[in-house]
């Protein structure tokens, strides 16, 4: 089918930006990759000449206000993304918007609301990355009763970046950049709530910060460090009760770790997301299966071909809607909030 030309424009080129959005708009046919604003114009000009965008501009403003351009990619540090995302659905622009929707849950909301008021413009979240192969096979073995009754849900994400005191400071610890954010705990937590239609009904959070200040890279800067270096979570799931228990830690030398585990009654799953290696074990048994998926399975990274085809085919956004975006901050508010009143229950609301 012959489309008429899509024309995307970026804000904000960092990594992530540059190693998978620019390329996967590359790959679609009749999508142009018009204009780019970065956070000088010097850099969006080097980004242009290399990413083969058609032209750099000075602020984000003229991005947005370019009436050749159909679809904003917002690739900023979340602080930015509530103000960008409104004022591109205001002008008329579809919109995908990198993880971590927001700095909050009410700048989250207001997003929301936003894109409910433009039901015509496709408003969408970058997805958590780290399950997409396993996704659907997961839901179907909970479908199909292999766990019985789910007892536990157990997350954990360690590395070593935070664990020497001259490790540099990165946006992730800075809070004026990230919000309430902390480490991977919302986009792991948006990965569980795919396969598990729950919410907690309390938790408990305990953070450290191991190291209250850190130097910028290349920089004299000190900034304060106002993000945990170590993170834990406890609660309940509304539903079924089972225990949730989350572990996230910068400061875990050695062997870094990211691992998925949903235990029950009947059987438990085990999903590593660095091997990319899902398992099944038996109620009681200390054998493991592994999960094999079929060649029709490996869906991969298709994120910017996903938003393109929500937006000429008008199908709904299903990784990952302002909705979703909106229940994974929800639980980082109730991190924040705990973390705030020296580990306090906090009770869904």
């Given at each position: 089918?012959?489309?008429?030309?899509?024309?995307?424009?970026?804000?904000?080129?960092?990594?992530?930006?540059?190693?998978m959005?620019?390329?996967?708009?590359?790959?679609?046919?009749n999508?142009?990759?018009?204009?780019?604003?970065?956070?000088?114009?010097?850099?969006?000009?080097?980004?242009?000449?290399?990413?083969?965008?058609?032209?750099?501009v000075?602020?984000?403003?003229?991005?947005?206000?370019?009436?050749?351009?159909?679809?904003?990619?917002?690739?900023?540090?979340?602080?930015?993304?509530?103000?960008?995302?409104?004022?591109?659905?205001?002008?008329?622009?579809?919109?995908?918007?990198?993880?971590?929707?927001?700095?909050?849950?009410?700048?989250?909301q207001?997003?929301?609301?936003v894109?409910?008021?433009?039901?015509?413009?496709?408003?969408?979240?970058?997805?958590?990355?780290?399950?997409l192969?396993?996704?659907?096979?997961?839901?179907?073995?909970?479908?199909?009763?292999?766990?019985g009754?789910?007892?536990?849900?157990?997350?954990?994400?360690?590395?070593?970046?935070?664990?020497?005191?001259?490790s540099?400071?990165?946006w992730?610890?800075?809070?004026?950049?990230?919000g309430?954010?902390?480490l991977?705990?919302?986009?792991?937590?948006?990965?569980?709530?795919?396969?598990?239609?729950?919410?907690?009904?309390?938790?408990?959070?305990?953070?450290?910060?191991?190291?209250?200040?850190?130097?910028?890279?290349?920089?004299?800067?000190?900034?304060?460090?106002?993000?945990?270096?170590?993170?834990?979570?406890?609660?309940?799931?509304?539903?079924?009760?089972?225990?949730?228990?989350?572990?996230?830690?910068?400061?875990?030398?050695?062997?870094?770790?990211?691992?998925?585990?949903?235990?029950?009654?009947r059987?438990?799953?085990?999903?590593d997301?660095?091997?990319?290696?899902?398992?099944?074990?038996?109620?009681?048994?200390?054998?493991?299966?592994?999960?094999?998926?079929?060649?029709?399975?490996?869906?991969?990274?298709?994120?910017?071909?996903?938003?393109?085809?929500?937006?000429?085919?008008?199908?709904?956004?299903?990784?990952?809607?302002?909705?979703?975006?909106?229940?994974?901050?929800?639980?980082?508010?109730?991190?924040a909030?705990?973390?705030?009143?020296?580990s306090a229950?906090?009770?869904?609301?």
């Amino acid at each position: 089918m012959d489309y008429l030309k899509l024309r995307v424009g970026f804000i904000g080129a960092g990594a992530n930006t540059r190693q998978m959005h620019i390329p996967g708009f590359q790959k679609i046919e009749n999508v142009e990759l018009a204009v780019v604003a970065n956070r000088s114009l010097a850099s969006a000009a080097e980004v242009a000449r290399k990413d083969g965008i058609k032209r750099a501009v000075a602020t984000w403003q003229e991005v947005i206000e370019d009436p050749s351009v159909d679809a904003i990619c917002v690739g900023t540090w979340p602080n930015m993304h509530a103000e960008l995302t409104i004022a591109a659905l205001e002008r008329g622009k579809h919109v995908l918007c990198e993880a971590r929707m927001a700095c909050n849950l009410a700048e989250a909301q207001r997003m929301q609301q936003v894109a409910q008021a433009y039901p015509q413009l496709v408003a969408q979240l970058v997805p958590a990355p780290f399950s997409l192969d396993f996704d659907a096979t997961i839901r179907e073995l909970i479908a199909a009763n292999k766990l019985g009754d789910l007892l536990e849900v157990r997350v954990v994400h360690t590395g070593g970046q935070s664990a020497s005191q001259d490790s540099p400071m990165t946006w992730r610890q800075d809070r004026s950049r990230c919000g309430n954010n902390i480490l991977t705990m919302g986009i792991m937590h948006e990965t569980v709530q795919r396969w598990i239609d729950d919410e907690p009904e309390w938790l408990i959070a305990d953070g450290a910060i191991f190291q209250t200040s850190r130097y910028y890279p290349d920089s004299d800067t000190e900034a304060e460090v106002a993000i945990p270096d170590s993170l834990s979570v406890l609660g309940r799931f509304s539903k079924n009760g089972a225990r949730l228990a989350y572990h996230f830690s910068g400061v875990e030398s050695g062997k870094p770790r990211m691992e998925f585990r949903l235990n029950g009654s009947r059987g438990a799953l085990r999903f590593d997301a660095f091997q990319k290696q899902l398992f099944y074990s038996q109620a009681g048994s200390t054998d493991e299966k592994k999960i094999m998926l079929s060649q029709g399975q490996n869906r991969g990274w298709q994120v910017e071909a996903d938003f393109v085809r929500s937006i000429r085919e008008h199908s709904p956004v299903e990784l990952t809607s302002f909705d979703q975006g909106v229940r994974y901050m929800a639980f980082t508010e109730m991190v924040a909030e705990s973390l705030a009143n020296a580990s306090a229950r906090i009770p869904n609301k």
